[in-house]
C-alpha cells in the first residue's frame, strides 16, 4: 500500500465543521441529505446569491484568551480547531505542545481587520487609530491567533491560496506530520467575507442571483459567496492506533497544479487528480465518491465536470457525484476541508446527499446524484478549481483499507 | 528516501541592487542604503525612512494590471532567477514547477487604495476589482502565468519568516518527488499599516536601525524581493545545471508567546535551529556562517545572541553571525528570502557579509557580528534564521554545492 501523502500514512482523527447547515460533521450531512440550502439572495445587494451563519456566538464554542479582540473569520477558525481537537481526543492523550503544529488556510481572514485599521487612519488620523489592531490586521494573524489559543508550538503556517487554500494546507500538513515535524496538526479552513469583498464581489459580477443559483448546470449564472470554518486533526496512523484514537480516514493522496491560461483548466485539474490517486497507490476505479467543488462559475464547473469524466473513463457514470456548494455557496478558504469531510460522513454513513437544484447538467456522462442515494465507497476524491485557476485534488481513504 | 536539493538560480530586488553582482558588492562594502523615502509616504507622519527598490525600466513594465506593487517585486525576483537558472520559458522540465511566495504584508496597498477612496466613495462606490486584486494568491499565480509554470502555486504568510517558509515548503514538495523543479522566495512592498504600527508600538527606528549595536533602538523597513529556484540534485545534473549551493533542510518552531512579542529567551529560535541541523544532517560545529534575523529590536537581538549560545555553547563567538537588515531595512516576507541569496552568494564568493552601523555592541550582544565591513574567510555551511511576529521561526541550511 501506498505511503500516502507525507513519507508516512497520514490519519485524520477529528473533524469539525462551523457552517450555516450544522455546527457538526453530523448535523451537516443530515442538512445536506435532507436538501437543505443556506444560499439566500442579500437584500443589500439586489438578491444577489450569499449564505452565512446566522446565529454564531464564538463563546459556545471556545473559551480562549483574547476572543474579543479577534475578527469573525479568526474566531470561526478558533472553534472549529477546538471542536476538531477535542474530538481527536489528543489534548487529553498529553502530548507536549512543542509536538502540536496549525497550518490554516486563509486568503482574507485578516481582511477586515486590516481595512477597519486602515480606515481609521484615513478617516480618523494617526493619533486615533487602535495599534491593538495592527497585529491582527496581516494575512498571518488569524493562524497566529489559532496557534496561540492552543499554545501549538511545533509551527503556525497560513496559505493564501484562494479556493485552493485548503487542499494545499491539508496537503503540506500531512507532509509535516509524516515527515515528523510535529506528531499532531490541525488544519483549519475559515472563511466570512466582510462588507467591502462581498461587494466587490457583487460588482464584479461574480454573485449569481439567488433565484439562479444551481452547480454543475447549464443554466449557472455566477457563484454564491457562503461563511464557515472547517477543522481536521492530523496524526500519524501509526501514532492514532497505537493511542486507541478512531481514525476517520488516511489522507491517501493530494495534488495541486495551476491552469496557466483559462483554455487548460480542463488538462490542469485531470493532471492533479490522476496525480493524487496514482500517489495514494490506486487506479481511478478504486475512487467511490466524487465530492466536486462547482461553484456556478461558468468556466470552472464545465472544465471541472470534463476533467472527472476523463480520468474516471469508463466508471464515470456510475460513480457517484457530490457538490455542496450548491447547499453552502462557496466557502472558499474552508470549502476544500468541508468538501473532505461531507465525503467522509458519506462514506461512513453509506449515504450522501444529491445535488440541489441541479436539473441540466452542462457535461454530461458523470454520476450526479440528484437526490439522497446509497452509496459504498472505500475511497473518496475531492476536486476543485479556483477563480485563480488553481486546480485541486484530495484523495481520502477510510482507515481500515490502509 | 528524501531526495536531495540544490539551489540552481537566485534572484534579488533590492535597494542594493537588482542584479546579483552588485547587489553582494553593495553589502561586503557594508553600505548602508536606509535612508528617506521618495516614492512612499504615510500622512500625517513626518518623511519616513527605510529602502526603496528602483526597478529597471522593463520591469516596470512587467507590471501586470491585476497585480499590484508586491506582485511587481516577487515577478521581477523570479525573472531574475529563473534567468539565472539557466531556465528560459519552455526549457525542459520546467512546465511541471511550481511556485512558493512567502509574504507578510501581500498586496496591502490594495486595501489603502480602497480606503482613500472611501470617505467618497462608500460601500457603494467600491472598486470591482478589489476582490481579485486583494487576493495575495495572485503573488505566486502571476509569477507561474508569466512563466508557463503548471506546478502546486502556494502563498505562505507566516509574518517575517514568510520567505524562508517558503523555502522550507518548496523543499518539502522537491524532496518528497511532488515536484522537481519549485521557485521559492518573497516579497513585500512598503505599506502604511507596518510604519504606524511599528510607530505606535514604539518599535520603529528614530534613525536608521543598529542591529546588535549599543544604539538599537528599532527596525527600519525596505521593500524588495528574493526568489531562489530549487531543484532536485539528478533533475539539474541532467541538463546541466550549475548547482550554486544545497538547500540541506530546515527547521521550524512556533513560540505561541504572544501575539507580536517573541519567547525572550530565543527558546524558538534554538528549536528551530536544532531541528534543522539535525534533519539536515548537520553538527554545530560545521557551520561557518548564521544569517541573523537582527532586526535592532532589543528583544530580536538579545533573545537571538542567547539563541546562539545555546547552539554553539563555547564556539558561538567563533561562529560570524550578521545581519543584512542593517543595509537593506527589514523587508518583511522577503528578508529571509534576499538573506538566503546572500547565503548562496557567501558560499560562492568565500566571503561573510557584514552588520553596517555596528559601532559599539550593546552589552548583551557580545558575538562576531562581522562589523561594518564583509569578510573573506572559508564557508561551506551556512544557517538563515528568521522568525515572525506572531512567532513563527524557521531556520534553513544552505551547504556548499555536491
Known sequence: MSAGVGSAPVAITGTAVLTPLGDSPDALSESLRAGRTAVAPTAELGGAAAAAIADFEATRYANVRGLRLYNRPTRLGICAAKLALAESGIESAGLPKEHVGVVLASTFGHLETLIEYDRSLVTAGLQRTNPALMPLSIPSAPGAAIALSFAAKAFSVTLSDGGASSFDALGLAARLVGGGRARACVVVGSFSACPDLLRAAWRAGLLAPASEYRVFDRRRAGVALGEGAAAVVLERLEDARARGADPRAVVAGQASTFAVDAGCLEPALRRAVERAIRGAGLVPGDVGLVSAGASGSPAGDAAEARAIAGVLGDGAAETPVMAIKANLGDVFDAAGLVQGIAALSAMRSGRAPGITGLEEPEVPGLGYLRREAAIQARHALATSISYEGACSALVLSRPDDR | MRRRVVIAGCGVVTAAGTELEPFWRALMAGTCFIGPLRNFSVAGMEPLTGTEVELPEEDARQ??????????????????????????????????????????????????????????????????????????????????????????????????????????????????????????????????SIYTGFLRMGALSKSICHPFDRRLDGVSFGEGAGVLVIEELEHARRRGASARA?????????????????????????????????????TAEEVDYVSAHGTGTPYNDVAETKAMKAIFGERARQVPISSIKSMLGHTNGAASAIEAVACTLALRHQAVPPTANLAEPHPDCDLDYVPMKGRAMPVATCLNLSAGFGGFNVCVVIKRAP
Do not use: K
Open chain 2, 63 to 192: 507590471e501586470d494590471a491585476r497585480g499590484g506593487r508586491c506582485a511587481q517585486l516577487a515577478l521581477a525576483a523570479a525573472r531574475r532567477a529563473l534567468a539565472d537558472a539557466g531556465l528560459a520559458r519552455g526549457a525542459p522540465g520546467l512546465e511541471g514547477a511550481g511556485v512558493v511566495i512567502g509574504t507578510t504584508l501581500g498586496e496591502e496597498r490594495q486595501v489603502g487604495e480602497l480606503d482613500d477612496l472611501w470617505p467618497a466613495s462608500g460601500v457603494d462606490g467600491i472598486d470591482p476589482g478589489f476582490f481579485s486584486r486583494s487576493d495575495n494568491h495572485r503573488l505566486a499565480t502571476l509569477v507561474a502565468r508569466t512563466h508557463g509554470l503548471s506546478g502546486p502555486t502556494l502563498v505562505s504568510a507566516t509574518a517575517c519568516s514568510s520567505g524562508n517558509a517558503a523555502i522550507a515548503w518548496g523543499y518539502e514538495l522537491v524532496s518528497s518527488g511532488a515536484a522537481d523543479i519549485m521557485v521559492v522566495g518573497g516579497a513585500d512592498a512598503l505599506t502604511r
Open chain 2, 246 to 282: 544545497e538547500l540541506a533542510g530546515y527547521g521550524v518552531s512556533n513560540d505561541a508567546h504572544h501575539i507580536t512579542a517573541p519567547d525572550p529567551n530565543g527558546e524558538g529560535t534554538v528549536a528551530a535551529m536544532r531541528q534543522a541541523l539535525a534533519t539536515s544532517g548537520t
